[in-house]
């Protein structure tokens, strides 16, 4: 497929499989905060996305006839839309969401859910989020899941049903980057579904700190659409999540206090 030229054909071989499907791709990108439809799609062929996420109460995708749609610029042929139930506070506001996005997508099950406690921190409700996680794979969505990185309420999560587990690495939009390292560890450690960053990336090093953790992917909006050149930013963030990923793989070396010639000492000629 076109956006994804360019694409590290070894990610071809490790694929991120989300709910049973396989994509190259593992940096999903949002569709808020760009300044029109145009460099929405240009920063998402950038970035190499195959998921994009997409807020319904603030993104018409057919529910507001005669307004820009953007399914027109990513269409679902594409690309793996994914709704999300940004601006929801409550477990109730966030399952009537998935329902709407459901019949918006043609019966499409895959939503990512998030519910958040407060305006100021964005922070997520956990308990709201337990509620409608419960509720939602009842229902038969496949849901990835925005949460705190509380590795037991991560594998909360999991046991609940969740395709996925998306803790913050910091506040919403904050691009600190990673902030609590030793938490994404252990919750990576313990998983048995994909573990994705999901909020706090502010640059292309954070999200390849993410992936050299052994998380699964990273998604982020505000670090691409934000940035000076929001393009390039995403070209960058894509080399990232794949140079961190390749890392990972590879296994680093151990930190030393002391040096370690690379040229050994032992065994010189004469």
Known sequence: MRHNSGM???????????????????????????????????ATEAAGAEIVTVAIRRTNIG???GEPNLLDALPPDRYTILPNTAGCYTAEDAVRTCRLARELLDGRNLVKLEVLGDQKTLFPDVVQTLKAAEQLVADGFDVMVYTSDDPILAKRLEEIGCV??????????SGLGIQNRYNLLEIVENAKVPILVDAGVGTASDAAIAMELGCDGVLMNTAIAGARD???????????????????????????????ASSPVDGLIG
């Open 63 to 65: 529910q507001t006839p």
């Open 8 to 42: 590290n054909p070894a990610s071809v071989l490790d694929p991120l499989v989300i709910a049973g499907k396989p994509y190259a791709s593992r940096l999903l990108t949002g569709t808020g905060k760009f300044k029109d439809l145009e460099e929405t799609r240009a």
């Open 230 to 260: 929001p393009i390039r930013m995403a070209r960058a963030m894509k080399l990232a999540v794949q140079a961190g990923r390749d890392a990972f793989l590879a296994g680093r070396i151990p930190r030393k206090r002391f040096a370690s």
């Open 164 to 173: 996925a587990v998306m803790p913050l690495a910091a506040p919403i939009g």
